[in-house]
């Protein structure tokens, strides 16, 4: 057990620096648009330029992870991020930063998925929640990263955003290190290969393969037949539903937030810690139960929450300002990342059989994606040329929480359960 959770923290190591990736243009996005004169459309292109190679990298790595394994695939994954790093810090001019920023956005997608999966396939069932909520943990760990080396290097001038982005790269030398260590998927050696060569692999994670484990697989199978119908729906939709509550924006353009909401420029970098902070202490406490409570619990308790605080966001915001929109935010943080946060990878992961995991993966990351990139590319657009376009905005978060309230009514519990029975129970 011991070897399962070093291996299981080596492998979230792509999901911190998928948090860092994703949350440390909120520190530069103001002075990049600034240096290049961007409007409000090729600013909020630039934003998520991130999301559209997220988007391509979350449609790959399934194909990806399946055809060459999962170790291989994160090994990748960790010679992106640090040439996204590198690229970005030194790009002399826009288009060369949207390349690297595409190459970010790549590794975050495929990460979204290796990650989650691979974890998920060497971890017991009875601890499974909990290990594959490193991955969760370890994103939120890099968000709050993010926001504390943006206040820090936010007095450097009109060249501290290139240390922002360029800091990334020492992560990313550590995780290119130490993802050589880890051994290769047991499951997918058993699927790929044979039961020989898998069964060192498990006894080294300390566990016997099921008998119910598929060995060998003859073809690839496909993911959209109607077999897979149910846990199709229940990924695509709780992906949905997790960006159109708002998270996304919200983090890639917390500053601007707190600006609009008269904070001074300071200040408007200080609070996003709070932010992190807030987000990674709630997405501990909500893997450290996700195995006790189960995963719907969290999801509808968590629902609430954030709808109460969306709604107060919005009215703050539409009233021109108010001192308490940093709480707003905040208790909606927590709330997300105690249910949403915590859920949505250990979920998504967990629901499809082994034979169409990483395709299954695959498909709810990249739903995922679009629209993260979808709703952050919209937020200045919106809030710039709509009058109280970010009362609209906000309270369109909060009715999209009650239509996923709605939803998760509906999705089964699937704490406790092995994948084979799982797997089983979603046909």
């Not at 979230?12 to 860092?20: E, P």
């Not at 109607?226 to 924006?249: C, E, R, S």
């Not at 954030?306 to 021109?320: E, H, I, P, Q, S």
């Not at 590319?377 to 709509?386: A, D, H, R, S, T």
Request: proline share 4%; with cysteine.
């Amino acid at each position: 057990m011991k070897n399962v959770w070093k291996f299981s923290l080596i492998a979230s190591l792509g999901g911190f620096l998928f948090g860092f990736e994703t949350a440390v243009i909120s520190g530069a996005e103001r002075i990049i648009q600034r240096l290049w004169e961007l409007d409000s459309f090729w600013h909020g292109l630039t934003v998520s330029m991130s999301l559209i190679g997220t988007i391509i990298g979350a449609i790959v790595a399934g194909k990806a992870a399946e055809k060459y394994g999962r170790k291989p695939t994160l090994t990748f994954v960790a010679v992106l991020y640090l040439l996204s790093a590198i690229g970005c810090a030194v790009a002399p001019i826009w288009s060369i930063f949207l390349f690297f920023r595409f190459l970010g956005g790549l590794a975050v997608g495929i990460s979204s998925v290796a990650g989650p999966v691979y974890i998920s396939e060497i971890a017991p069932a009875k601890d499974r929640g909990k290990l594959t909520g490193l991955f969760q943990i370890m994103v939120v760990s890099g968000i709050f990263a993010a926001y504390l080396t943006n206040y820090l290097f936010s007095g450097m001038g009109d060249e501290g955003w290139r240390y922002m982005l360029g800091i990334m790269a020492v992560p990313s030398i550590l995780f290119c290190i130490l993802i050589l260590t880890v051994p290769e998927s047991p499951r997918w050696v058993l699927l790929h290969r044979s039961r020989a060569e898998a069964l060192p692999l498990f006894d080294r994670i300390g566990q016997v393969p099921s008998d119910t484990i598929p060995v060998k697989k003859v073809e690839q199978v496909n993911l959209f037949q109607k077999a897979y119908t149910k846990p199709i729906i229940m990924a695509v939709l709780l992906a949905f539903f997790n960006q159109m509550v708002g998270i996304n924006a919200i983090l890639y353009y917390a500053p601007r937030i707190f600006e609009m909401a008269g904070f001074d420029g300071e200040n408007a970098y200080l609070q996003p810690i709070f932010i992190g902070g807030t987000n990674l202490l709630f997405t501990l406490i909500g893997m450290s139960i996700i195995d006790k409570f189960g995963r719907k619990k969290l999801l509808l308790t968590g629902a609430v929450g954030m709808f109460v605080f969306l709604l107060c966001a919005a009215f703050g915001l539409r009233d021109g300002g108010t001192p308490y929109l940093l709480w707003y935010i905040v208790g909606f943080i927590a709330a997300f990342a105690l249910s949403q946060g915590a859920v949505i990878w250990v979920f998504i992961s967990e629901i499809f059989p082994n034979e169409v995991r990483s395709q299954g993966t695959s498909l709810g990351s990249t739903t995922h994606w679009l629209f993260a990139a979808i709703v952050s590319g919209l937020f200045p657009i919106i809030v710039e040329q709509i009058s109280d376009g970010a009362f609209y905005i906000f309270l369109f978060y909060a009715i999209m929480v009650v239509l996923s309230f709605v939803f998760i009514l509906f999705i089964p519990e699937t704490k406790g359960k092995s994948l084979e029975e799982i797997g089983e129970a979603t046909h």
